[in-house]
């Protein structure tokens, strides 16, 4: 398939870290199957990621991951933010069809 681009007039946003308050949270590598086997998140958090200051490190989950793109008025996740956790989704069923 051929790509097409264009440049575009778009936001980048990032998420200030709460704890050291310079840094700002990027995507850990490693996602935390926990969430998605606790039936407490499965129902109420459903969409946590694992998020981690590049500056202090602190860990936490939050339904926003981040950094993203705000384009249009529509936020936009970065591919490989979203590759991260779709690969570690498929690695827990995978885990979990195998172990029947």
């Known amino acids: 398939m051929q790509k097409v ?17 310079t ?30 200051c590049h500056q202090c490190r602190r ?3 939050f339904a926003i991951p981040g950094p993203y793109l705000v384009y249009k008025s529509r936020e936009f996740i970065l591919f490989d933010s979203a590759l991260t956790k779709i690969n570690a989704l498929r690695a827990l069923l995978r885990r ?5």
């Open 59 to 61: 860990h936490v989950s």
């Open 96 to 100: 979990s069809t195998t172990q029947k």
């Open 23 to 52: 840094g700002v949270m990027r995507i850990q590598p490693e996602q935390c199957e926990a969430h998605w086997t606790s039936s407490i998140d499965i129902h109420c958090a459903p969409n946590t990621w694992d998020l981690e």
């Open 5 to 21: 681009s264009r440049p575009i007039d778009a936001e980048f946003v990032e998420l200030l870290c709460h704890n050291c308050k």
